[in-house]
C-alpha cells in the first residue's frame, strides 16, 4: 500500500508506452490503467485521510538532489477527483473515437495527460511542478490540435505559445527562489521564505505564471477556442482538470509558501479579477452560440469564483472561519471539475448526434438522447449552485464568509453570476425540450452517457451529502500546516 | 565594479525581457517562437549565474541540471509548435487548392465559422 503513490503515475506512464507499440489494444490498455491508477490514487486517499500527509522520496534520494512526490488533503483529494474524471471520460473515449488512425494518436497523449496531472498534484518541489506544468500543456496541446482542422490547430498554436509564456514567467520566479533561499523544496521553503523584495518579484513571477495558466480574466482569451475546438472527451479534461491544477498550486504556493509575503491588497486584486470573470464568463456564456463554447466561458466564470475566495481566507483569521473559506474553496472546485466534464461529455454526445452543436437547433434533442439531456440539466444545477449540489454549500459559504470578513461587495456579484448560470442553463434546456423537425428513434448511448451521468452525480449528489468527510480532512490539513 | 555573476544575471533578466515584449507584440507563429526562445535562454541564463562561484570554486550542480531540463522542454516545445504550423499551412493550402476549382460563393462559405464543428 505504501508505494500506491508511485503507482498512481507509473501505471498510466507504462500504459502510455504499451499503447504506442500496441495501438490495437490502445483502448484496453488505458481503461485498465487509468482503473489501475483510480483504485491506487483512493489508496493515497485513504491513507492521508488516516495517517495524515505523508512524503515518498524516489529512490531513496533525499530533497535537494532527488524527487520526493507529497500527498496531503488538497493534493490527494484533487488526484481522486481527477482521476475519477479521467477514468470516466476513459470509458467515454473508447466510444467516441470512431476514426482508427485518430484513436491511435489518442490513447498515448490521454495517458500522459493522466501522468503529468497525477505527477503535478503530487510534486513536492517548484522544479517538478515547472516540468509537470509543462508536460500537461504539451499533452493538452497535442489532444486539441487532434481534431485536426483549422479552428483547432489556430487555437492549439495559440494554447501553446500562451502556455509557453506562461511557464517561462513561473521558471524566471523558480530561478530567483533558488537564488534567494538554496532550495526549491515546497516543505523546506516555507519555513524559510520572509517578506522581502527579492520574495515578492519571484512570487509575483510565479503568480503571473500560473495566472495565464489557470486563465483569470483578462488572461482567459486563450481558453474558449481551446476548449471549444477540442474532441469533446480532451475539453472535459481541460476544463475539469487542466486549468484547475494551475489553480491548485498558486493556492499552495499562496497558503502554505509564501503567506508571509502575501498582502491583503494584493489578495484584493485576484478578487476583483475573479468577480469581473464571473460576470463576464457568464455574460459571454450567455451569448454564445455553441453549446461547448458556452461550456468553456462558463470555465471561465467558475475559476472566477475560486478566486474570490482569496481576499476572503487572506482577511479571516486563522481558525474555523479560515477553515471553512478553504474547504468551501475545494469544494467548489471539486464540483466544477465532476460538472463542467459532464457537461462537455454530453456535449460531444449530442454533437455527434445532431451534426453541430448550435443552441437554438437543439430542437428535438429532448426526445432523441434523454439521459444525455438529464445529465446536462443535472451538471447544470451543479453551475448554478443549486442543492443539494457541492456547489450550493461552496456559495454558501462564499457569502457567509463574506459577512464575516465584511466584504460584502462580493455578494451581490455571487447572485448576479448565479442568476445568469440560470439563464445559460435554462436557454439550453429551453431549446433542447422544444419541438424538432427531424426527430429520430430514442437513442441509448451507454458507453458514453453513463460515464457522464455518473460524473454529474458526484457534482450534485455525492459531493453536496458527502462534504462531511471533505470537512474532517481540511481541517486535518490546517492542523498539519499549523505545527 | 560589477561582479562576474550580477553581470550574467542582469544579461539574463534583459534577454528574459526582450523575449517577453517581442512575443508579446508578434502575432506571427516563426517571430513567436524565436522570441520565446529567447526568454526562454534569458531564464537559462540567470540559472547559470545563479551557481557561478567563483573563478575557483565548484558550481553548484543543481541550477545546471534544471538548465539542462528546460533546454530539453524547450526544444520539444518548439518543434511541436512547428509542426503543428506546417500542418495548419498545408491545411490552408488544401483549402486553397480545392477553392480555387470552385465557384466565388463557395470560398466565402468555406471561412465561414462553420468549419469551426470538429469531428
Known amino acids: ?483 | 565594479m560589477i561582479s562576474t555573476q550580477l553581470l550574467y544575471a542582469l544579461a539574463g533578466v534583459g534577454l528574459f525581457a526582450i523575449g517577453l515584449r517581442a512575443t508579446l507584440l508578434h502575432h506571427l507563429l516563426l517571430p513567436r517562437l524565436l522570441a520565446l526562445n529567447v526568454c526562454g535562454a534569458g531564464v537559462f541564463l540567470i540559472f547559470i549565474a545563479i551557481a557561478y562561484a567563483g573563478i575557483e570554486g565548484m558550481p553548484d550542480p543543481v541550477p545546471h541540471a534544471l538548465v539542462l531540463t528546460g533546454i530539453v522542454v524547450a526544444v520539444s516545445a518548439t518543434a511541436m509548435a512547428l509542426a503543428l504550423g506546417r500542418r495548419l499551412e498545408n491545411i490552408k493550402s488544401d483549402a486553397i487548392k480545392s477553392e480555387a476549382t470552385k465557384s466565388e460563393t463557395l470560398k466565402s462559405a468555406a471561412v465561414k465559422p462553420e468549419a469551426m464543428n470538429d469531428e
Open chain 1, 1 to 483: 500500500m505504501s508505494n500506491a503513490i508511485i503507482w498512481v503515475i507509473m501505471i498510466p506512464l507504462l500504459g502510455s508506452l504499451i499503447s504506442i507499440i500496441w495501438s490495437r489494444y490502445a483502448s484496453l490498455i488505458a481503461i485498465i490503467s487509468n482503473l489501475v491508477a483510480l483504485v491506487a490514487s483512493t489508496a493515497v486517499l485513504m491513507r492521508v485521510y488516516q495517517s495524515g500527509p505523508f512524503l515518498h522520496e524516489l529512490g531513496g534520494w533525499h530533497a535537494g538532489l532527488g524527487i520526493s512526490l507529497r500527498a496531503d488533503a488538497l493534493s490527494s483529494i484533487l488526484l481522486v477527483m481527477s482521476m475519477t474524471v479521467i477514468s470516466a471520460a476513459t470509458f467515454y473515449a473508447s466510444a467516441y473515437f470512431t476514426d482508427a488512425a485518430k484513436r491511435a494518436r489518442f490513447w498515448p497523449l490521454w495517458l500522459m495527460l493522466t501522468v503529468a496531472l497525477n505527477a503535478l498534484l503530487l510534486s513536492g518541489d517548484l522544479f517538478n511542478l515547472y516540468v509537470t506544468l509543462e508536460l500537461l500543456g504539451l499533452s493538452a496541446v497535442a489532444l486539441t490540435a487532434l481534431s485536426d482542422n483549422r479552428a483547432a490547430l489556430q487555437a492549439a498554436i495559440r494554447y501553446l505559445s500562451i502556455g509557453l509564456l506562461g511557464s517561462l514567467v513561473f521558471l524566471a520566479g523558480v530561478a530567483l527562489v533558488y537564488a534567494g533561499y538554496g532550495t526549491l523544496d515546497l516543505a523546506t521553503l516555507a519555513s524559510l521564505v520572509q517578506a522581502n523584495p527579492l520574495s515578492q518579484v519571484a512570487f509575483g513571477l510565479m503568480t503571473a505564471g500560473l495566472l495565464i495558466k489557470s486563465a483569470l480574466f483578462p488572461l482567459h482569451f486563450w481558453l474558449p477556442s481551446a476548449h471549444a475546438s477540442a474532441p469533446a472527451p480532451v475539453s472535459a479534461a481541460l476544463s475539469a482538470l487542466v486549468v484547475k491544477v494551475a489553480v491548485y498550486i498558486l493556492l499552495r504556493l499562496w497558503v502554505d509558501v509564501f503567506d508571509l509575503v502575501l498582502t491583503l491588497s494584493s489578495t484584493m486584486l485576484l478578487g476583483i479579477l475573479g468577480a469581473i470573470a464571473v460576470i463576464w464568463g457568464s455574460w459571454q456564456a450567455l451569448q454564445a452560440q455553441r453549446l461547448k463554447l458556452m461550456a468553456a466561458y462558463s470555465t471561465v466564470a467558475q475559476i472566477g469564483y475560486l478566486f474570490i475566495f482569496l481576499p476572503l481566507i487572506a482577511a479571516l483569521p486563522e481558525g474555523a472561519l479560515q477553515d471553512a473559506a478553504f474547504t468551501a474553496l475545494l469544494l467548489m472546485a471539486l464540483t466544477h471539475g465532476f460538472a463542467k466534464s459532464a457537461f462537455f461529455l454530453s456535449a460531444g454526445v449530442i454533437q455527434q448526434y445532431c451534426g453541430h452543436d448550435r443552441i437554438a437547433e437543439l430542437g428535438g434533442t429532448a426526445r432523441a438522447l434523454p439521459l444525455t439531456i438529464f445529465v446536462i440539466s443535472l451538471s447544470g444545477v451543479a453551475l448554478i449552485g443549486l442543492p443539494p449540489s457541492g456547489s450550493f454549500l461552496g456559495k454558501w459559504y462564499l457569502i457567509s464568509s463574506s459577512f464575516q470578513a465584511g466584504q460584502w461587495w462580493w455578494i451581490p456579484v455571487v447572485l448576479v453570476g448565479s442568476v445568469l448560470a440560470t439563464a445559460y442553463v435554462f436557454r439550453i434546456l429551453g431549446h433542447a425540450f422544444g419541438p424538432g423537425e427531424s426527430i429520430g428513434r430514442v437513442l441509448n448511448r451507454g458507453r458514453e452517457e453513463i460515464p457522464a451521468l455518473i460524473l454529474a452525480l458526484f457534482a450534485t449528489l455525492i459531493l453536496g451529502f458527502g462534504s462531511a468527510e471533505l470537512w474532517d480532512l481540511v481541517a486535518q490539513h490546517a492542523e498539519a500546516a499549523g505545527n
